[in-house]
């Protein structure tokens, strides 16, 4: 059998496989399946948009809260990225205008050579906040298990949180099922191709979001409660 009349047979297939029912009952059928597997897929998001709904401020109009939570955003040869640079430009313009008391910079430093917590913190110290007001968060490795371990582990009950303006919606909404009272400040960023992979990306992950707020599972690592945050505050006063 020659490779044309191979292909011609498997685009036969895969047309009967596509071709709508031949009645009126099996064509209706499939569109309100089509329709039922659209809203579920919707629902994710609808979620996170209900959820953070009415709690997205910016620097300036965020309500004044003692903790701000700046989460991770890669590094670029042991520096913040770019990204990451400007969620930290937000936290260190809270801290100077006295909306905020201490910074909770939450990570992944799971590899010995890759350490987002201690970057973020030279950086905010570079940048006026000093180091006594900054506390570290080294298992922060997704947004649920950071929102989760600023409740259970450092004993965070309200913050406002800082990111990009194509997470923070999230960010908002699974720190609210950790039991964190949150505000969003969502960072503006101009729409190159990492706008655009982030923003797609949060289509995918809102559906993990959503399963995470459903099922609530412990982190990757808990670990024992840590005064941090209590200390960081204390002295701030």
Same mark, same amino acid.
């Given at each position: 059998?020659?490779? $044309?009349?191979?292909?011609?047979?498997?685009?036969?297939?895969?047309?009967?496989?596509?071709?709508?029912?031949?009645?009126?009952?099996?064509?209706?059928?499939?569109?309100?399946?089509?329709?039922?597997?659209?809203?579920?897929?919707?629902?994710?998001? #609808?979620?996170?948009?209900?959820?953070?709904?009415?709690?997205?401020?910016?620097?300036?109009?965020?309500?004044? #809260?003692?903790?701000?939570?700046?989460?991770?955003?890669g590094?670029?040869? @042991?520096?913040p990225?770019?990204?990451?640079?400007r969620?930290?430009?937000?936290?260190?313009?809270l801290?100077?205008?006295?909306?905020?008391e201490?910074?909770? +910079?939450?990570?992944?430093?799971?590899?010995?050579?890759?350490?987002?917590?201690?970057?973020?913190?030279?950086?905010?110290?570079?940048?006026?906040?000093?180091?006594?007001?900054?506390?570290?968060?080294?298992?922060?490795?997704d947004?649920?298990?950071? $929102? &989760?371990?600023?409740k259970?582990?450092f004993?965070?009950?309200?913050? &406002?949180?800082?990111?990009?303006?194509?997470?923070?919606?999230?960010?908002?909404?699974? $720190?609210?099922?950790?039991?964190?009272?949150?505000?969003? +400040?969502? +960072?503006?960023?101009?729409?190159?191709?990492?706008?655009?992979?982030?923003?797609?990306?949060?289509?995918f992950?809102? @559906?993990?979001?959503?399963?995470?707020?459903?099922?609530?599972?412990?982190?990757?690592?808990? @670990?024992p409660?840590?005064?941090?945050?209590?200390?960081?505050?204390?002295s701030?006063?």
């Amino acid at each position: 059998m020659c490779a $044309c009349h191979g292909r011609g047979l498997a685009v036969g297939r895969v047309r009967r496989v596509l071709r709508l029912p031949r009645t009126r009952t099996g064509r209706r059928r499939a569109v309100q399946v089509a329709m039922g597997l659209c809203v579920l897929a919707l629902l994710p998001s #609808t979620w996170m948009f209900t959820t953070a709904d009415g709690r997205l401020r910016t620097t300036a109009d965020v309500p004044r #809260t003692q903790v701000a939570m700046v989460f991770g955003a890669g590094l670029w040869q @042991g520096e913040p990225s770019p990204y990451l640079a400007r969620r930290l430009d937000a936290a260190a313009e809270l801290y100077r205008s006295g909306r905020i008391e201490v910074v909770l +910079v939450t990570g992944d430093n799971s590899r010995e050579e890759y350490d987002e917590p201690d970057a973020m913190r030279a950086y905010l110290t570079d940048h006026g906040v000093p180091d006594r007001h900054i506390v570290s968060d080294y298992a922060g490795f997704d947004t649920w298990d950071s $929102c &989760v371990r600023a409740k259970k582990i450092f004993g965070v009950d309200r913050a &406002v949180l800082i990111s990009q303006g194509f997470h923070i919606r999230r960010a908002v909404a699974l $720190c609210q099922e950790a039991g964190v009272t949150s505000y969003g +400040v969502g +960072v503006q960023d101009k729409h190159d191709e990492t706008w655009y992979y982030g923003a797609t990306r949060e289509l995918f992950a809102a @559906g993990k979001a959503s399963l995470d707020a459903l099922f609530e599972p412990d982190p990757r690592f808990l @670990g024992p409660e840590e005064p941090g945050v209590a200390r960081a505050l204390a002295s701030a006063r």
